[in-house]
């Protein structure tokens, strides 16, 4: 019997989403953390990381704050250091992220998009 390397989790952004180009490669890494919803005060976040367009796609429309359901699959990661020491660790990789609740800065982003939007058709209808 083999073990499940899926799963989920529903939490809130609890850090700026950034993404990263790796020299020499075509990839985009997107790296964020998110505290579950059922953890006790004073847990640590869990990090979490988003590759190519996919990653690109949730840094343009996630912020911090937002309440997400993420579905991952985990991978284990080595590596040798240049000191020639070998580290390694768990990688949670998201394959679908679904947004629950907006958090603040989502909620300002959106209402002042709107009013830009509004803006424009009413200096659009003027003009005709």
Same mark, same amino acid.
Do not use: A, G, I, Q
């Given at each position: 019997m083999s073990a499940s390397n899926n799963g989920s989790l529903n939490g809130r952004i609890v850090s700026d989403i950034t993404t990263r180009y790796p020299d020499n490669t075509r990839i985009s890494v997107t790296e964020f953390r998110v505290i579950p919803s059922d953890a006790p005060e004073g847990s640590s976040a869990v990090p979490v990381t988003c590759y190519n367009g996919y990653g !690109?796609?949730?840094a343009q429309w996630r912020n911090q704050g937002d309440l997400v359901s993420l579905? =991952?699959?985990v991978v284990y990661k080595t590596w040798q250091t240049e000191e020639g020491e070998f580290r390694? *660790? =768990?990688e949670l990789v998201?394959? !679908?992220c679904y947004c629950l609740a907006l958090g603040k800065i989502s909620a300002e982003k959106r209402a002042s998009e709107q009013e830009? *939007?509004?803006?424009t058709k009413v200096k659009k209808s003027v003009a005709a």
């Open positions: !690109e796609n949730l579905r =991952y699959h390694s *660790k =768990y998201v394959d !679908e830009v *939007k509004s803006t």
